[in-house]
């Protein structure tokens, strides 16, 4: 199956740019610095990947950091520059960015998304250096609102990949992390932190 708005559901987000911070809450930084926490590495580079209109930035940028917004999505994008943050548009599943150029990155609600995300996941691997770490947030497909949620994007017509907390800790690993779960419930926190050695 297919998302009929092409792959990542980029057409749908790019209709939706100019709404979606009014239907979404804003993100809740505490458990993304929780999985910041596990860092072998001063963070100071953050990549907010698939980050949108910079919902999940906006609140990183209260806390001290100041992520650069990386998306696919031209109308997200817009939006996350009208807002102030740094942007660099691009797929996720093959970032246009160095190796090893970044302390850490963030995915919040929007792995799921990705056409391939265990590419993206390799990606973020292959662009965090030795110590740093993935935070990423998600919906687990097994609770009751998570088995809605999954039932809403398939009738929206979504084509989208959800795993449960353990299976998304083992796609971490099987990318080259070192993973753990930060926070379990309907929206989950995982972390994923590349080897020094």
């Known amino acids: 199956m297919t998302s009929r708005f092409g792959p990542g559901d980029v057409r749908f987000f790019d209709r939706l740019a100019r709404l979606y911070d009014l239907a979404m809450p804003p993100a809740r930084v505490r ?6 926490a596990f860092a072998d590495r001063p963070i100071e580079r953050v990549l907010d990947l ?5 919902r999940a930035s906006r609140g990183l940028r209260r806390v001290g950091f100041d992520p650069v ?22 797929d996720v599943g093959a970032l246009p960015i160095a190796d090893d ?3 850490a990155a963030v995915v919040v609600d929007a792995l799921h998304h990705l056409p391939d995300p265990e590419a993206g996941l390799r990606e973020a ?13 998600e919906f687990h497909p097994g609770t009751t609102l998570g088995r809605a949620l999954v ?14 907390p353990a299976e998304l800790c083992a796609a971490l ?3 080259g992390f070192e993973s ?13 932190r590349v080897p020094t050695e």
């Not at 458990?31 to 910041?36: K, S, V």
């Not at 039932?151 to 449960?164: K, L, N, P, Q, Y």
């Not at 379990?184 to 994923?192: I, L, P, R, S, T």
């Open 101 to 103: 150029a970044i302390d």
């Open 180 to 192: 753990r779960i930060v926070r379990e419930g309907f929206e989950y926190v995982v972390v994923g």
């Open 173 to 175: 690993s099987d990318a």
């Open 151 to 164: 039932a809403g994007e398939r009738v929206i017509g979504f084509d989208s990949t959800f795993w449960t």
């Open 69 to 90: 917004v990386v998306d696919i999505s031209a109308g997200m994008l817009a939006r996350a520059r009208e807002a102030g943050h740094e942007v660099v548009r691009g």
């Open 31 to 36: 458990p993304l610095r929780d999985g910041f």
């Open 125 to 137: 691997a292959r662009v965090v250096a030795p110590g740093g770490v993935l935070v990423v947030q």
């Open 50 to 54: 698939a980050g949108g209109t910079g």
